[in-house]
């Protein structure tokens, strides 16, 4: 017995130290390192355990894992870069973008808002029918609605007039609806890769490593991305609908959408898909640039992007997105721009399709109405719109969220724009959606009852998990 006693006193050792280290090596702020340490010595194996479950970050090693094995596309896209001469809050967001993407911003593009399905599909699906050489679509949802099998029929019909097509449903994402529509789509000669889908053997059930990308790129030539799955609730005059914004681009920024989704394509079907050759017609004046970011990076791209614009910004910051949980480093940004006087405004959903998610968010919107920072709610139904605005002058849209897994565990695709008319309209059409918000006062989170704003908080503890 003695001598067990002390193979068990050795082995603790062993492991606390042994994760211990690991924490303090591993752990990015101090405060998470001397909590894991400190659980990992004081907890006899209890300690090491849940820090070999909770306290390592698999998602980031099994992400570059995968970007290793990711095929390379052969072909580059047929782009002619710019070097503009920007001054003031762009020229410091342009020089942050151009460290972090290593991509070049190209001009002569022009970009439709597209407000709720109404709109953005019947363009889409015309998109489609019109395709003469190739069409690529990714979605992270793609369901099997009346609208839907409207896209399925014109895929499809596009395939029988010789046009080649590409579909990427993410492997999670195709579960929302059955019949799943890359099954439908595969019956009917259309070439579909799920991205990552769940397997039970090698068991790979994780919810995390999404492709939450939304795009469409015809002919290389046109293009759509923003926050719209192809599902029937994106229909705002649905019961339960979702409003919703998505975007027509068109011109050379269309090559980097197609880009990204070779990529993409070649790795969930190996297979080397050649880009468009031809140049891409100059049709307007925005300058753009792509921006993919996911776990597999070495630098949260579009957060360091997000957070430069933020300090870089002189007059104003509007931010309208589903979901807003910011870092530590977003929540510093955002202060220290009202300091300096800079306007900043949130604009979130009255109605949010994860209640959890809202919880947390109401517990930590104090710390920017203590600060000044104008929050408004938009009434229901449910604004899925992810959109971020800086001085008029420069915007972002696309995919991403302002939350921990947006930022941190999906695969997202944004694009950045360079131009004042692009922002004034994009500015102008959250206006629009401000006028008929309520705005949120410190006092409406101060008297939510107890009850309620411990709910709040707990749902907060988890925020790095939602």
């Keep these: 017995m003695p001598l067990l006693n002390w193979v068990l006193i050795d082995l603790h050792i062993a492991l606390s130290m042994t994760c211990a280290g690991h924490a303090l090596f591993f752990k990015k702020t101090p405060a998470a390192a001397l909590a894991w340490v400190s659980v990992c010595l004081i907890f006899p194996f209890a300690g090491p355990f849940f820090y070999f479950l909770f306290g390592i970050n698999r998602v980031r090693t099994r992400a570059r894992k995968l970007d290793d094995e990711r095929q390379v596309p052969s072909g580059r896209p047929v782009i002619t870069p710019v070097t503009p001469e920007f001054s003031g809050a762009l020229y410091g967001i342009c020089k942050i973008s151009n460290t972090v993407t290593r991509l070049p911003m190209v001009s002569g593009n022009h970009i439709d808002l ?59 994402g195709e579960l929302y609806s059955v019949p799943k529509a890359g099954t439908l789509l595969e019956k009917n000669g259309v070439k579909v890769a799920r991205y990552l889908p769940p397997r039970y053997f090698p068991p790979m059930l994780n919810i995390n490593l999404r492709n939450h990308r939304k795009l469409l790129v015809a002919d290389g030539d046109t293009g759509y991305t923003g926050g719209m799955n192809i599902r029937e609730k994106h229909l705002e005059g649905k019961k339960a609908g979702i409003i919703d914004t ?13 880009h990204s989704f070779i990529e993409d394509w070649a790795f969930c079907a190996g297979e080397d898909v050649q880009p468009s050759s031809h140049p891409a017609p100059v049709v307007g004046n925005a300058i753009c640039r792509v921006i993919t970011d996911g776990p597999n990076e070495d630098i949260d791209k579009l957060e360091a992007i997000l957070v430069g614009a933020v300090t870089a910004a002189e007059t104003r910051v509007i931010i309208m997105t589903p979901y807003f949980l910011p870092s530590l480093e977003m929540m510093a940004a955002l202060r220290t721009a009202v300091l300096k006087g800079i306007a900043v405004d949130i604009v979130l959903p009255e109605k949010n399709n994860l209640p959890v998610v809202k919880w947390a968010m109401n517990h930590m919107l104090s710390d920017f109405l203590k600060q000044d920072v ?31 897994r947006s930022l941190r565990l999906n695969f997202e695709l944004n694009v950045e724009i ?13 206006e629009k959606r401000i006028a008929i918000s309520r705005k949120i006062e410190l006092k409406d989170i101060r008297d939510l009852p107890i009850m309620i704003k411990t709910r709040d908080a707990l749902a907060w503890l988890f925020s790095p998990y939602l």
Excluded: C, W
Excluded at 127 to 140: D, V
């Design 418 to 430: 360079y131009d004042p008319t692009v922002a004034k309209k994009i500015s102008s059409y959250i």
């Design 114 to 172: 597209l407000h709720t399905g109404e709109a953005a599909y019947p363009a889409m699906i015309e998109t489609i029918e019109s395709a003469h050489k190739r069409i690529f679509l990714a979605s992270y949802i793609f369901d099997t609605s009346p609208v839907g099998m409207r896209f399925i029929e014109a895929l499809t019909s596009a395939v029988k007039r010789g046009v080649i097509v590409r579909v990427i449903i993410d492997g999670v």
């Design 246 to 258: 998505h975007f027509r681009l068109t011109g050379p920024i269309t090559r980097q959408l197609e």
């Design 374 to 404: 104008r929050v408004f709610y938009q009434p229901p139904p449910f604004v899925h719109s992810k959109l971020f605005v800086v001085d008029e002058k420069y915007a972002q849209i696309g995919s991403a969220n302002i939350d921990p």
